[in-house]
């Protein structure tokens, strides 16, 4: 078993929905979690990062974290199709260990 | 900005031949990564750096080098290439914090 899951879609969803994307994990160590983007041909870039459970809200943009569940989900209201990209999930269980990465879900916003 | 470099975007090398990934980052950041991107299989950690000179073995380090002589600058080497090491290779730098920087990647075709 991996230790972070991840649906590597794809998802389309039309112009304006809301999104959701979701990872499962199996360390309860992680104590960090972070979600990255990556456009085509491009490197992941931050988008959210979340220290332990609870929300984090940045525009339109939604991070959640549920530890008990080991389950984090990422929110996109109002899509836009500038939002169509690979979403990774990412986690840690210290600022000096390693990040563990999903895989990635393919994310395709239609006009 | 942080501004993470690759040397090549786009690379094809024959079986057998050692090939250099050069990784430069501009933020004076202690800690660089080197991660191979697959479809279905997300990021995986080859090797990483803490500081100069120092390198640690990350999930698949088999078939693989690095060399960390100067803070910003993080080299893979493949000593002697492989069909099974075609794919996307993305350098990552970071300083204290969670957030990794990632470089835009070299997709690496070995043939």
């Known amino acids: 078993q991996k230790e972070v899951e991840q649906d590597p879609g794809p998802l389309s969803v039309p112009e304006g929905a809301i999104v959701s994307l979701n990872c499962t994990y199996s360390n309860s160590a992680f104590q960090y979690f972070m979600w990255y983007r990556q456009y085509s041909r491009k490197g992941p870039e931050l988008l959210m990062y979340?220290?332990?459970?609870g929300n984090k809200e940045d525009g339109r943009f939604t991070a959640q974290v549920d530890k008990s569940s080991k389950y984090i989900s990422l929110f996109i209201r109002d899509s836009q199709p500038s939002d169509s990209a690979t979403y990774l999930c990412a986690m840690s269980g210290s600022s000096a260990s390693k990040i563990i990465f999903g895989s990635g879900t393919r994310l395709s916003i239609r006009p | 900005d942080v501004k993470v470099t690759q040397s090549s975007r786009y690379l094809v090398k024959r079986t057998g031949e050692k090939v250099f990934l050069e990784c430069v980052q501009d933020?004076?950041?202690?800690?660089m990564f080197w991660y191979r991107q697959d479809p279905g299989l997300g990021l995986r950690l080859i090797y990483f750096?803490?500081?100069?000179?120092?390198?640690e073995k990350g999930d698949i380090p088999e078939g693989y080098s690095v060399s960390r002589e100067k803070k910003e600058r993080f080299s893979l080497i493949l000593e002697s290439a492989s069909t099974n090491q075609t794919s996307m290779y993305l350098c990552?730098?970071?300083?204290?914090?969670?957030?990794?920087?990632f470089g835009p990647g070299t997709r690496l075709t070995v043939l």
């Open positions: 933020m004076d950041h202690e800690n």
């Open positions: 990552a730098s970071m300083s204290g914090t969670e957030e990794q920087f």
């Open positions: 750096s803490y500081d100069v000179k120092m390198k």
């Open positions: 979340t220290y332990s459970s």
